[in-house]
């Protein structure tokens, strides 16, 4: 444990001494002042599309540069052989996964719960609370995944063209199931098949579209049994995605 600590910790100092911080406070100074443009320029509920605006915009932000941090620091560890290093030092493949899973985790929620500080000045604590905790769940999920991506795929565009896939995906893939199953093909075969596939996919991803839904915040209603269901698929997802991290890392020749 101490070892898979000692990983976590070196992982955000790492973070705490790149340019990540400035990138995302000029993120989130520059959407602040879109914010305001925008509400400037509504006719009707300027509050309302402020609020929208910003939560949606630093909700996306803090997904990108969390993965673009992530997969861009584990691909240059592996080409200068960092990962080869620890393991000489009698380190457990899976102590380094779980390492850099906590450290990376940890980082990117701190990117997530950065991002969502000004909403708090717009929004009731009741709803900002709740909203906080889910987007911070979801950030977890895509930590996971970018370390999957990371450790599994050569290349720094590679991984986050599949990080970001999977996230576009698990936010939209409801949607499609709905519009899948309201088709007036339903009878073909091949809409029968796709329609198969899309509810497989629904089993295995996790439910992104219900995490830090911004009629939260807009509305002011939270509710409260949401929270213990994305909290479980959280639990769920990265379990399983950070097993097959661990698989494939054991799997790799360094």
């Not at 560890?77 to 102590?95: I, V, W």
Request: net charge positive; aromatic share 8%; hydrophobic share 60%.
């Amino acid at each position: 444990m101490r070892k898979i600590l000692a990983i976590a910790c070196y992982t955000l100092v790492e973070a705490a001494r790149s340019r990540l911080l400035w990138l995302v406070l000029s993120a989130i100074l520059l959407l602040t002042a879109a914010s305001f443009l925008i509400r400037e320029l509504a006719i009707t509920d300027s509050q309302r599309l402020q609020v929208a605006f910003l939560a949606t915009s630093l909700r996306a932000i803090s997904a990108l540069i969390a993965t673009a941090f992530i997969i861009s620091t584990l691909q240059r560890e592996f080409n200068d052989k960092g990962p080869a290093l620890l393991l000489a030092l009698d380190l457990p493949r899976s102590h380094y996964v779980l390492g850099k899973t906590l450290g990376m985790s940890s980082a990117a929620m701190l990117i997530a719960l950065s991002c969502a500080l000004p909403l708090a000045a717009f929004v009731s604590a009741a709803a900002w609370w709740p909203w906080v905790a889910s987007l911070l769940l979801e950030t977890w999920i895509v930590a996971a995944v970018s370390v999957f991506c990371g450790i599994t795929l050569r290349g720094v565009a590679a991984g986050l063209m599949l990080t970001l896939g999977f996230y576009l995906l698990a936010k939209s893939l409801a949607t499609i199931q709905l519009i899948s199953h309201a088709s007036l093909n339903a009878a073909s075969l091949s809409h029968r098949y796709m329609t198969g596939l899309l509810d497989s996919l629904a089993l295995l991803l996790p439910r992104l579209d219900q995490f830090a839904q911004t009629r939260w915040l807009v509305d002011g209603v939270v509710p409260a049994p949401m929270l213990g269901s994305l909290a479980l698929q959280t639990l769920i997802f990265v379990a399983l995605i950070t097993s097959a991290a661990i698989f494939d890392m054991y799997r790799k020749n360094l």
